[in-house]
């Protein structure tokens, strides 16, 4: 894992854009057009200045992902420490990352690509492992833990911001996207009877009817239920 580049500092003509103004015309122009399409030269472009202007505070444009990152990460608000209810500061950071990863739908796709250690990461990262504080899990345990709840609310945003992308693709909603798009496919399928515990999974689940919050929220229960499991001294929730 690498830190965030820092912002150069020393001799010579003052500067005439911060490192924060280019990180967010970055984070505008690829929640608009995608990430593929924050490149130097766009962004130069979104400040009226020259792409070589800028290497001057962003050496790399794989510095840019990393500030990009960051800068997304200091929008999930958190408290200033855990509460001592694990269960209930867990959630914190993973409602944060999901309204952070659906306002910015290229943010978990840059996250579980790069390593990178900002300083906003560090503190939401920080403050999941501290929930576990008071415990006596070890810390392997304890990174353990906070990994699984990650993989769950990285995997749970990336299905969601694709269905969404997917319906805008299409010009359908999700709920339209679903019934009228592939509804007839998986209705050929059910009436097939070759896969007949798919068919369950779409007949019978209550989880299948739920909209996308309810969802996340069930899927984040059963994780904290693994989670309890696990630490049988703890009284359940």
């Known amino acids: ?21 280019i990180t967010r015309a970055a984070v505008r122009i690829a929640d608009a057009e995608g990430v593929d399409a924050a490149t130097m030269r766009r962004v130069a472009g979104e400040l009226g200045t020259g792409a070589m202007s800028l290497y001057r505070y962003v050496p790399r444009r794989d510095d840019l992902f990393d500030l990009m990152i960051d800068l997304v990460m200091s929008e999930v608000e958190l408290p200033d420490g855990p509460s001592g209810d694990w269960r209930g500061d867990l959630t914190l950071p993973a409602w944060g990352i999901r309204a952070a990863g659906l306002r910015h739908p290229w943010l978990v796709g840059l996250l579980t690509s790069r390593p990178t250690l900002g300083p906003h990461l560090l503190r939401v990262h920080e403050f999941a492992l501290g929930a ?99 630490m049988p001294s703890l009284p359940p929730r």
């Open 132 to 230: 576990f504080s008071g415990t006596g899990l070890d810390i392997d345990d304890v990174t353990g833990f906070v990994g699984m709840l990650n993989d769950y609310v990285h995997s749970a945003i990336r299905r969601e911001v694709g269905w969404l992308e997917e319906a805008r693709r299409t010009g359908l909603d999700p709920e339209r996207w679903k019934r009228d798009y592939m509804g007839p496919y998986v209705r050929q399928v059910v009436e097939s009877g070759a896969f007949p515990l798919f068919s369950r999974s779409i007949l019978d689940s209550r989880t299948a009817r739920l909209d996308p919050e309810e969802r996340f929220r069930h899927g984040l229960d059963r994780v904290l239920d693994a989670i309890a499991a696990l």
């Open 1 to 21: 894992m690498r830190p965030v580049v820092r912002e150069r500092s020393g001799p010579g003509r003052r500067p005439g854009y911060s490192r924060e103004q």
